[in-house]
């Protein structure tokens, strides 16, 4: 079994990833269903500003946190080569480092900033909005599993 400050690095790993996955789950389930209820306007001036929102210290500590942390946890890995819960570590660091992170910058925050460039009342801005908030959607739901897969791999190393 994982212990010392490998295992408290692993559970916050946990932590990290669990916790992300759950933001992205909000969003993925119902957060962009409503935004897509409403008038295409009104959705793409609402998204921006979350997606404002979004990029203040206290999500970014997590998101960005757990990027360090799984980047971490694969190195320790790598150099530690531990007898038991390897794969899982190295997997969960994967999800989460190429699924979740590495995802949102080539996914995601392209159309955030393709969609921050758009008045909201436009025509322009309307016929973005539903292709945005489909492949948004689409790779926020990747992005959810990844995420939730890291922190079930890390579990499983720490059983």
């Given amino acids: 079994m994982i212990d010392g400050p490998y295992f408290w690095l692993t559970v916050l790993g946990v932590l990290g990833t ?12 119902f957060v962009m269903r409503g935004l ?15 997606n404002v929102a979004a990029v203040t210290p206290p999500f970014m500590a997590v998101f960005l946190g757990s990027a360090v942390l799984c ?5 320790v890995t790598f150099v530690l080569w531990p007898e038991e819960g390897t794969v899982e570590l190295l997997v969960g660091s994967a999800l989460y480092l190429f699924g979740s992170f590495g995802l949102t910058m080539v996914a995601n925050v ?15 801005a309307a016929a973005y909005w539903s292709a945005y908030l489909r492949e948004w959607t689409l790779w926020n739901h990747v992005r959810t599993v990844a995420s939730a ?7 499983l190393a720490l059983t």
Avoid at 18 to 29: E, M, P, Y
């Fill in 18 to 29: 669990g916790l992300v996955a759950g933001v992205f789950c909000a969003f993925s389930t």
């Fill in 110 to 124: 392209p159309r955030n900033d393709t969609l921050a460039g758009l008045e909201p009342g436009t025509s322009e």
């Fill in 71 to 75: 980047a971490v946890i694969a190195v």
């Fill in 149 to 155: 897969g890291a922190a079930l791999a890390y579990v």
């Fill in 36 to 50: 897509g209820a409403l008038p295409p306007a009104q959705g793409v001036a609402a998204m921006k500003a979350i």
